[in-house]
């Protein structure tokens, strides 16, 4: 089997699971394992904090983050936040994503999710990259060019970028 159908296997069972801790715990561990696949060196891990306002992953490029096809980041660190939703991420959740960014002085931001985005989250995003805070939105439709392999996860997060610019 190979390392795209176990991926692919990983994000089914996170997505049918019922128990919502197993759910975030398996979605967060496909996440970790999809980012793995970029084409540099990385480390992943995650931060536990007390009183919650846990950070999912944080993205450390130990590489230039250029040399894994993302010229547009500028900053080796970005924190992940993982949103395995039947619903849509909504401008709220962004706007609460910004501020996780601001209180850990990271600059770069990526919010994936296996299901979609309000049209209305584009607020936030927009209004965070006039602010000099870059959220890249990553889509189910997104994940699933990757686990069907038309795509790369370098691909998919350059093509959220052009997403964004469009509406910036």
């Excluded at 039947?86 to 002085?105: A, G, H, M, Q, Y």
Aim: charged share 30%.
């Amino acid at each position: 089997m190979s390392d795209l159908e176990l991926l692919a296997m990983l994000y089914e069972r996170s997505i049918k699971i019922n128990d919502p801790n197993k759910k975030g715990k398996l979605f967060e561990l496909f996440v970790k394992e999809l980012f793995k696949m970029l084409p540099c060196k990385i480390d992943l891990f995650k931060i536990k904090r007390e009183g919650g306002g846990d950070i999912d992953l944080v993205l450390l490029f130990i590489d230039d983050p250029s040399k894994c096809g993302l010229s547009f980041i500028e900053y080796k660190k970005a924190i992940i936040e993982a949103k395995n939703w039947k619903r849509p991420v909504d401008e709220s959740t962004i706007s609460s994503f910004k501020d996780k960014l601001k209180r850990s002085d990271v600059k770069v931001g990526i919010v994936i999710t296996s299901s979609d985005f309000t049209e209305k989250c584009w607020l936030p995003i927009l209004t965070a990259l006039n602010d000099g805070y870059l959220i890249l939105p990553v889509n189910g439709e997104l994940i699933n060019k990757v686990l069907e392999g038309r795509s790369e996860i370098t691909e998919i997060l350059n093509e959220s970028y052009k997403k964004l610019l469009s509406k910036a």
